[in-house]
C-alpha cells in the first residue's frame, strides 16, 4: 500500500507535520509512504492550467495519483482551512469529477492550539472533498485540541492520544483494504 501524506500546515515547528510523523510508524512496515509538500504550489489560476502543470503541482498530482491512500493533517485558521491546503486541492482536483483525489481512500485528522482542536476545519475539509468524489473514512473527527500540550519537540508524549492514534490508523488501513483493489 502507498499513502502520500499532506500536512496542511507550512510552519516549520507543525502540530501537524508532527501529528502525520506520530501516525506514520502505526502503518504496517511495508506501507509506502510519501509526505507531499504543497509550500512551492503557486497560486490556482486557470490561465496556467493547461496541458504542462507548474513543476510542483505536477508532481502532487502525480504522487496522489500512485497512492492507494491519502493521509491529511490540517491545522484550522479562522474557522477553516488553511489557504495553501485549499489551493493543493484545488490544483489536484482537475479535471473535475476525474481527478486524482476522486475515489482515494482519504483519512482527515487535525491538531490545534485551540480546545476545539480544528474539527471545524475538517467539517469543511470534508464538504471540499466531497465535490472532488474523495471518500473520506467515516469515523468521528480525529482533533488533537491544546495541541502545545501533547506535542514536546515534534514529538507526540501524551499516552492516550497516541492509544487512539494508533487505533485510527488500524482502523483506516482495514477500511482501505476493503475498499481498494491491491492487484491493479
Not at 101 to 129: C, D, E, N
Request: one cysteine or more; charged letters at 20%.
Amino acid at each position: 500500500m502507498k499513502v502520500v501524506a499532506i500536512s496542511g500546515s507550512l510552519r516549520q515547528a507543525s502540530f501537524n507535520s508532527a501529528l502525520l510523523a506520530a501516525a506514520r510508524p502505526y502503518f504496517a512496515a511495508e506501507v509506502e509512504w510519501i509526505e507531499a509538500d504543497i509550500a512551492s504550489i503557486p497560486l490556482y489560476n486557470q490561465d496556467i492550467d493547461g496541458d504542462t502543470k507548474p513543476a510542483p503541482v505536477a508532481l502532487l498530482m502525480d504522487q496522489i495519483a500512485g497512492a492507494d491512500a491519502l493521509v491529511i493533517a490540517t491545522p484550522e485558521y479562522n474557522y477553516g482551512i488553511p489557504g495553501p491546503l485549499k489551493n493543493a486541492i484545488d490544483w489536484a482536483s482537475r479535471p473535475a469529477y476525474r481527478s486524482v483525489l476522486a475515489h482515494i481512500p482519504t483519512l482527515l485528522m487535525s491538531a490545534s492550539m485551540s480546545p476545539m482542536g480544528g474539527v471545524r476545519a475538517q467539517g469543511q475539509l470534508k464538504q471540499v472533498l466531497g465535490g472532488t468524489l474523495t471518500p473520506v473514512f467515516p469515523c468521528p473527527e480525529f482533533a488533537v485540541g491544546s495541541a502545545q500540550e501533547v506535542f514536546e519537540d515534534g514529538k507526540l508524549t501524551d499516552e492516550a492520544t497516541a492509544q487512539k492514534l494508533e487505533r485510527l490508523v488500524k482502523d483506516f488501513t482495514a477500511w482501505v483494504a476493503a475498499e481498494v483493489d491491491f492487484e491493479d
